[in-house]
């Protein structure tokens, strides 16, 4: 599921787009905020889809050394250690998994050489070859098999890497976060499961969607008042010259310390300090540090910030 980082890091990106245009349609970049939540879940959907590519490139090769007009004994006694996993088996017949595969846009079936590629591959891999000639069994040790592979091989793999970039700017945001979600999904397997539950996108409870929504409409609507308050504190630099990610850094956290109140101010001035590190300058994270040990204290002080809950009133 999406954690609070991930949402951060969904409207940073968002909001960038947004302020780098000459004049930009709030009502649109919201959709595409939301869209791009979707192309996440797609993603999540296809790296669960590409296990069951090459559990059927296994059976398709099985059937191709039967059918040659003069078949080897090892064509005619095959080894299907693999097609039998018990894991790649429910991945297989998985009507969530084939449903979700349907609407994807990341098809693994529009690009089969790619994936005969990456099959061909995952059987030179020591992993594979061991788990083949092993003489344990069982729905653990077939678990562990598939996880291993996922971990090891498939979410490494540059040309799995190289097609997911293709399909959008943000991959490499997302990817680590999907692969863990798919790590868990593959973990929650039960011996007995006929199907696949997928985690949700969304935390329960929490309202991850408003939370969502509501830090990019509330940046928005208060930028042109932040941005006055981030002046009053760059006497020495214009406003025009801070960098476009740094500004908008600095919006989303006053919007974050000012609005929800069930976030501490510490987690709110540590995580953006922390996206100032990675998608900005190297001096952004020390620039949106100083900015916000400026304002934050002094909207406490003027009792503009009020956060409720345990541990969170100061």
């Given at each position: 599921?999406?954690?609070?980082?991930?949402?951060?890091?969904?409207?940073?990106?968002?909001?960038?787009?947004?302020?780098?245009?000459?004049?930009?349609?709030?009502?649109?970049?919201?959709?595409?905020?939301?869209?791009?939540?979707?192309?996440?879940?797609?993603?999540?959907?296809?790296?669960?889809?590409?296990?069951?590519?090459?559990?059927?490139?296994?059976?398709?090769?099985?059937?191709?050394?039967?059918?040659?007009?003069?078949?080897?004994?090892?064509?005619?006694?095959?080894?299907?250690?693999?097609?039998?996993?018990?894991?790649?088996?429910?991945?297989?017949?998985?009507?969530?998994?084939?449903?979700?595969?349907?609407?994807?846009?990341?098809?693994?079936?529009?690009?089969?050489?790619l994936v005969k590629k990456i099959f061909k591959g995952l059987m030179e891999?020591?992993?594979?070859?061991?788990?083949?000639?092993?003489?344990?069994?069982?729905?653990?040790?077939?678990?562990?098999?598939?996880?291993?592979?996922?971990?090891?091989?498939?979410?490494?793999?540059?040309?799995?890497?190289?097609?997911?970039?293709?399909?959008?700017?943000?991959?490499?945001?997302?990817?680590?976060?999907?692969?863990?979600?798919?790590?868990?999904?593959?973990?929650?397997?039960?011996?007995?499961?006929?199907?696949?539950?997928?985690?949700?996108?969304?935390?329960?409870?929490?309202?991850?969607?408003?939370?969502?929504?509501?830090?990019?409409?509330?940046?928005?609507?208060?930028?042109?008042?932040?941005?006055?308050?981030?002046?009053?504190?760059?006497?020495?630099?214009?406003?025009?010259?801070?960098?476009?990610?740094?500004?908008?850094?600095?919006?989303?956290?006053?919007?974050?310390?000012?609005?929800?109140?069930?976030?501490?101010?510490?987690v709110t001035m540590n995580e953006y300090i922390e996206l100032a590190k990675?998608?900005?300058?190297?001096?952004?994270?020390?620039?949106?540090?100083?900015?916000?040990?400026?304002?934050?204290?002094?909207?406490?002080?003027?009792?503009?910030?009020?956060?409720?809950?345990?541990?969170?009133?100061?």
């Amino acid at each position: 599921m999406l954690n609070r980082r991930h949402i951060r890091i969904k409207v940073l990106q968002i909001l960038f787009a947004y302020y780098n245009e000459e004049k930009p349609d709030a009502a649109r970049y919201e959709k595409m905020l939301f869209e791009s939540v979707d192309r996440f879940r797609e993603l999540y959907i296809s790296l669960m889809g590409i296990m069951v590519e090459m559990h059927q490139l296994a059976i398709e090769k099985i059937e191709m050394g039967m059918q040659k007009r003069l078949p080897s004994h090892e064509d005619l006694h095959p080894n299907t250690r693999f097609v039998t996993n018990e894991i790649l088996r429910i991945l297989a017949h998985s009507r969530s998994l084939a449903e979700g595969m349907k609407y994807n846009h990341l098809k693994w079936t529009d690009n089969p050489e790619l994936v005969k590629k990456i099959f061909k591959g995952l059987m030179e891999t020591e992993d594979y070859q061991e788990y083949m000639q092993a003489t344990e069994r069982g729905f653990e040790y077939d678990k562990e098999l598939v996880l291993r592979i996922f971990k090891k091989f498939i979410i490494n793999h540059e040309d799995i890497q190289e097609f997911m970039e293709d399909q959008g700017i943000y991959w490499n945001d997302d990817l680590d976060l999907a692969a863990s979600m798919v790590l868990r999904t593959i973990k929650s397997i039960k011996a007995n499961d006929e199907d696949v539950n997928f985690l949700p996108l969304w935390k329960d409870g929490d309202d991850e969607e408003g939370y969502c929504r509501n830090l990019f409409r509330k940046t928005l609507a208060m930028g042109t008042d932040h941005e006055k308050e981030i002046s009053g504190y760059t006497k020495n630099w214009e406003v025009e010259r801070i960098a476009t990610m740094d500004m908008v850094i600095l919006k989303m956290a006053l919007t974050e310390a000012l609005f929800f109140e069930n976030i501490p101010v510490k987690v709110t001035m540590n995580e953006y300090i922390e996206l100032a590190k990675y998608y900005s300058t190297p001096k952004s994270a020390q620039f949106v540090n100083g900015i916000l040990d400026q304002v934050i204290p002094k909207w406490q002080k003027e009792g503009k910030i009020k956060k409720v809950g345990r541990g969170l009133i100061e």
